[in-house]
């Protein structure tokens, strides 16, 4: 790419054209050191020139003499365009013979000259350190760990898994010692390494690992609640430093439960004990603390001189045996009965759904005592009483508390159908991350940190109501979802499986019923039925009649089966019928046969919640109901009020709306100031380096802001109502192809960019705005690692991501075709084995903008010996939908737009193709005249046929076309009348 910094000092991308390249050197000038020893680890610096500014476009190996030893990477650590330097990996097989070979530097699969002194390069186990023992074998933090060997300097540094065993003493060139790091239990390798050209050492087998010692030395308090929730620390050795790293089984009373652990170090754990029992009776029960590191266990009953003993004891576990009211919001007071509330100098902490339920001082005593009920979210929760440190009250499961949800309100309602507007529902119950809000059938964004306990701020999100449906027709009509009940095996007309069916025989009337029902709080507008009547039984689907119901009571016809097919049928209904349906039946012919392979409904859903004018909709907040907690407790530290914060696992989801009649409902609205809409982009695309100046056209501009494929404007020039004029930015990452407009920080909602949809499903004629940013196949920087394909390469364009052909490149193995892949207006041609487009796009020209040069594709390969793609074959220019639907749903099933794949071979328009001759030519003969006028021009081939045999067609070539632009010359004469 080139850069051109202007007077105002602004960098500008500029393409370069293939005639402005210019070739690069890449050639080693030096390396140092040549020699090193046979672990690897030594860095290697290079000098030269072509080096690329990317680590990973380098690759650096040593190919050696020995066919029998790999090649070995040098991995590459910095590079710069003169120099770079790269670590030496270890030699694959060291022995006690020298390895000699030469290192190679490739840059983009061309390899670097440098000549054969200075490239030279050999692994020599002269010079390889070695460790051929080490004492102790294990160990904790502070010994002193000694390793013996040959070849050790001052200057080595010695480590035990990735952690440093220093300071080193040198003692000899055949010994080391050094001071053992903190640890956790585990087996550690031991690593020596020697900088220069020594490397890493080479351990014998007996001195590779040390094992670090895992052990209990002290446990306190000595006791604690049946119910848990006493905090536990447990001195000792070989602990991690991080609590995810360890693991405490506590057991007591034939009961295994894993303590939750608060804090690691070295030496020390903090853990709140598991609850035994919730049980009120009198019992006491003798505890082991197991601590689990990495396989490495150390128990508290194997303490020295038996100092770590632990037992769970009634007598200090307070009792919680009632609780009133039990449900509420914040600020309602509760009384708590039981006992062991009062203990003196220990604080009573209380916590409900992870909110603190803040204790009443005058009510407090030893058997009860109130509390004011704090920030709860909505659900149903365990009480978690703790006191001081003897830890949790037990409780009977079946007392809980239950905070209630409600929505009461909403602030800044009015929406684009497109969204992007700001809503602000008021309730409370909400809790702070499991809350979701939907308007109508839509969901309402939540940003990180936009919900607390009476408020959720969300963003609106597009929404299909009836109004905007008819207004814009800008979405696409889908399958809709449902449920289906009715004759004995009707599930099989609903399971995308071709090999099943629903059947029936006469006189099973009553069974031939197949009802449809659309999913819960859904209505819908029904568009087109396609059915898959059994095969060989097509005179049994004759006459199956269509109807569907908005109440369950009253049903209307809208369709009746005439004269089917094989295979996928459809009828496309009248759409005006009813916006609001929930059902639709189908009924088998009168004699009551029911032999159908599969029903499929289309249309567009809406929220049943959206008013019958399609212009307001109710706004529903659902959150998750927070399972019970695990017996993990909680005290008056502060480290400890994460622990009853949940959900712990699956949990029922409830809810509460604000009715959509009230004053506060979201409202929608066709006028432009709220839902704008945009008309036309000009031009359509531009370069992926930026500096495309476009206009885009439409109403409703005021105070929003432009964004193609995600990435705002470099500059923009004007702006009003109807037009916003702006210069493109480069792309700073993929994104949808798209246009954006809207000002989500304004409350300015999004516009529509799509129209005229028709019936929903078909794009002929439809209006959709939108900008490519296109990368140029020309351009080296389009390509991963700035490396364009060579001949035999496959070549994948990913979904995002725009190609313009604008070279004819080097024959392809398969071409992939997941974006877009674009010929330029050119002469060019492509050469591959496959080319697949997968959901992606292939565009050779457009109807409103045909190509009118000339784009060869061939397609090379054998149909005997060539490599078969499944189910595409050889030799094949294929196009599918992104998921292979008629693989995975069978022949005919319907694809979304978003998920087809596109061809678009558009030349140059002609006044026709083919045409018949006026009269007879006879055999000889080197002119025909047409029935019609043509615009055939000199050199092009016309086959020319025989209302005698096909065997007498002939291949013709045009020489001229007469000013009648009917006469024709051709040649070779013909060999037939």
Known sequence: EARLCTAAGVVQYAFVAQAGRIDLPLRVDSMTPNTVGQLGGVTLTFTGAGFPSLARMLDVSFLPDDVEQPSVTCVVAATNFTTFSCVMSKLYYPSNVSQTGVIVVKVNFQTATCDSATCAFSFDPAITPRITATSPRQFIAGDTIVLNGTGLTAAATVKLGSAACSPVTFISDTALSCTAPALPGAAYNVSVFIPGTQGFA??????????????????????????????VTITGTGFPEAASKVAVLVTANSV??????????YNQIVLVTPAITQSSSSNTFAAVFAVNISGSVARSDACPNSTCPYTFRSDVSPLISSLSPVSGVAGTVIRLTGSGFNVTGQNVSILIGGAPCVVVPASFSNTALNCTVGTTPAGRHSIYLSVGVRGLARISSSITFTSLLNVTGAVSVTSSFLGGNTVVVTGNGFGSAEARVWVGNAPCTVAQGQTNYSQITCVTTPIVTPLALNTYQHVEAAVLAGTGSGASGFQAAFDDDLTSYVSSSNGENSTCNITFTLLPNTVARLTRIRYFPRVRYLSRAEGGRFLITEDGSTWTQVATIVDPHGGWNYIDTNSSVSDRIRRIAYFGPSLGYCQMMELQYIGFAFAATVNSDGARAQINVTTYMPANHNAVGFATNPTLSNLATGPTGPAPQIGSSLLMDSANAVVFSTASAVTPVVTGISPRWGSALGGTTVNVTGVGFTGRTLRLNGQACANVISASDTSIVCVTAPRAAYGAISVELGNVAANQGYAVTTQGLANGYSQQGAQVVEFRYLDRWSMVNSWRDDEPPVEGDTVIIPPEQSILLDISPPRLFLLLVQGMFIFDRQDL?????????????MEIGTELEPFLNKATITLHGDRRSSVELPQLGAKVLAVADRKFSTLVNGQGSAVPTSQRGFLDIHGRPRKRVWTKVAATSLKGSTTLVTAEDVDFEPGEIVVLTSDVAAWQTEELTVVSLASDKRTLTFSPPLKYD
């Not at 894993?258 to 690691?264: H, N």
């Not at 041609?829 to 796009?841: E, H, K, M, P, T």
């Open 202 to 231: 080479n351990n014998t087998p007996t001195a590779l690992s040390l094992r670090s010692v895992v052990s209990i030395t002290g446990l306190s308090p000595a006791n604690g609640s049946l119910a848990g929730g006493t905090i």
């Open 256 to 265: 295994n439960r894993f303590a939750t652990i608060l804090s690691s170090t």
């Open 829 to 841: 041609a492509l050469n591959a084995s496959y080319i697949f487009v997968q959901g992606g796009r």
